[in-house]
């Protein structure tokens, strides 16, 4: 069990409110599929697989475990963004806890928590701002180049080679085309997440990605500092 701030504690999972459950917790603009099953898909492994289902995934060795550890946060703060109005849930409880949680894990109630004291951290803060976003991965980074160059993310239901299965994949395509390797969901969710990117077209199997014209077209040398930042 993991806890966070004082008795009582909220109960953030299936044996409490369910809405803060990663099981439970579904993202609407991420096919409406729950935090889970994004996070345990995105996990990769020494032989290759990935893309598995949370049952065969849970609990087995990554080989991208900084990557899924830093897309499980971005997860939760796109669900309440999604769900606003459970913030004065959040902000109302003096504790979160999580029965299953282990230190060294990912757990809802860390990151819950994290969202919670960020709320009390920045009372008066209504918009993302260029100038305030933390220091952005190098993915992130070269992500933003390429998307200064009218470059996008695509986000689409692919079959995987290894499962045979369908699943949700996001690939980073130059202004010409081409698929920038080694950059994929993980990064168009840190971007996504800071609001640096919003979809400009989607249908029932993909979504289209590019740089938000209110953070970005308008501050092109704040992305450039952005871009330069870490």
Not at 55 to 70: D, T
Not at 87 to 100: E, M, N
Not at 163 to 179: I, N, P, V, Y
Not at 212 to 221: D, L, R
């Amino acid at each position: 069990m993991l806890q966070h701030g004082t008795a009582p504690f909220l109960e953030c999972s299936s044996r409490g409110d369910r809405r803060f459950s990663a099981f439970a917790a579904r993202i609407k603009g991420l096919g409406n599929r729950s935090i889970e099953e994004i996070y345990q898909a995105a996990k990769r492994f020494e032989d290759g697989s990935t893309g598995l289902t949370w049952r065969e995934a849970k609990g087995k060795r990554v080989v991208n475990a900084e990557e899924v550890r830093a897309l499980y946060s971005v997860l939760w703060d796109e669900y309440i963004a999604e769900n606003p109005h459970l913030l004065s849930i959040l902000t109302s409880a003096t504790g979160l806890q999580d029965l299953f949680g282990q230190a060294g894990h990912a757990c809802q109630a860390t990151k819950l928590w994290r969202i919670r004291c960020s709320l009390f951290a920045s009372p008066h803060k209504k918009e993302v701002n260029m100038a305030d976003l933390p220091a952005l991965s190098s993915m992130a980074r070269k992500a933003l180049e390429v998307l200064k160059e009218v470059g996008e993310f695509r986000y689409a239901l692919e079959m995987s080679s290894y499962t045979r299965r369908e699943q949700f994949k996001a690939h980073l395509k130059t202004a010409s085309g081409r698929t920038v390797r080694g950059i994929g969901i993980s990064t168009m969710y840190e971007l996504k997440g800071h609001g640096l990117i919003v979809p400009t077209n989607s249908t029932s199997i993909s979504t289209y990605y590019r740089l938000n014209p209110s953070h970005c077209s308008n501050h092109a040398g704040e992305i450039n500092n952005c871009a330069s930042q870490g």
